[in-house]
């Protein structure tokens, strides 16, 4: 489903509110001034720019000014896994474009064709055409990340492959998976290869990412249910409430009741 921003004022409806979805979401803004927040982080930026949601992550629009443009939310199924990943491991958010850049043009006149064909849904295979469109979109774009990634050596090349994964299994496996060595098993690696590759790449160490994933989904269970802080503790895989409410505070500077009170009640 795609909505024109101009004629869908973005922060006059439920988006303006704290929400997660099970789908994806795509901003292109090419005019005005936006706020918003994604998984409790403020992201502002002036168009144009890109923005992606991806499936849980809590998001809404705090403020949006002069706003042009298109947001379009799909089903992670219509598209390819490997452009899927490459999105969610490479794209910033924001992703700032250059309006007259020849990127940015084709952007528009592929989001542009969608919602027309969207506003005509004349006959059977409109949804076929959209879902081609989409991907059509979605390719672009990854080529265009593709084309301004660099890196100099394969081993390089490998130790990001090494971390993108690490990453992805802990948004998978945070609740069961608490141990590095189950990560380097998956990887086949040793610990200190996967810690390594992890910390000189992103600047934390295997053990923080993990906790870092778990205490993630606790802050989106901590706004979303009314579950107690034990109950979410087990929930995040955690059999100990007061080493999960220490580790909590640790992460956040914050314990799970602060948390709540401060971005819900």
């Keep these: 489903m795609i909505v024109n921003m101009e004629t869908h004022k973005v922060d006059e409806h439920d988006i303006s509110k704290p929400h997660r979805d099970n789908h994806c979401q795509l901003m292109l803004a090419v005019n005005g001034k936006f ?18 949601v991806f499936p849980e992550q809590v998001h809404y629009i705090k403020e ?27 794209i910033n958010n924001p992703f700032l474009l250059q309006s007259e850049s020849n990127f940015c043009q084709q952007l528009i006149i592929l989001l542009d064709l969608i919602e027309k064909v969207q506003l005509e849904n004349t006959n059977n295979y409109t949804q076929k055409s959209i879902h081609s469109l989409l991907n059509a979109l979605l390719n672009l774009i990854a080529g265009e990340l593709v084309s301004t990634l660099s890196y100099d050596k394969s081993k390089e090349n490998r130790s990001v492959i090494i971390k993108e994964t690490f990453i992805k299994l802990t948004k998978e496996h945070f609740k069961t998976w608490k141990q590095p060595a189950q990560y380097a098993s998956a ?73 709540r009170k401060k971005f819900r009640d």
């Design 64 to 90: 949006a000014k002069n706003q042009k443009g298109w947001m379009i939310s799909f089903d992670p199924s219509l598209a390819s896994k490997e452009v899927l990943q490459l999105l969610e491991n490479k």
């Design 187 to 259: 990887l086949s690696i040793s610990v200190a290869h996967l810690n390594d590759t992890v910390k000189s790449l992103t600047g934390s160490s295997v053990s923080v990412h993990i906790q870092e994933a778990s205490i993630m989904e606790a802050k989106r269970l901590l706004y979303f249910t009314d579950n107690n802080v034990k109950e979410i503790a087990y929930q995040v895989g955690y059999d100990e409430p007061v080493y999960f409410g220490k580790l909590f505070k640790k992460i956040t500077n914050l314990t799970p009741l602060e948390f």
């Design 35 to 52: 706020k918003l927040n994604i998984d409790f982080e403020n992201v502002e930026f002036t168009a144009p720019a890109l923005l992606t």
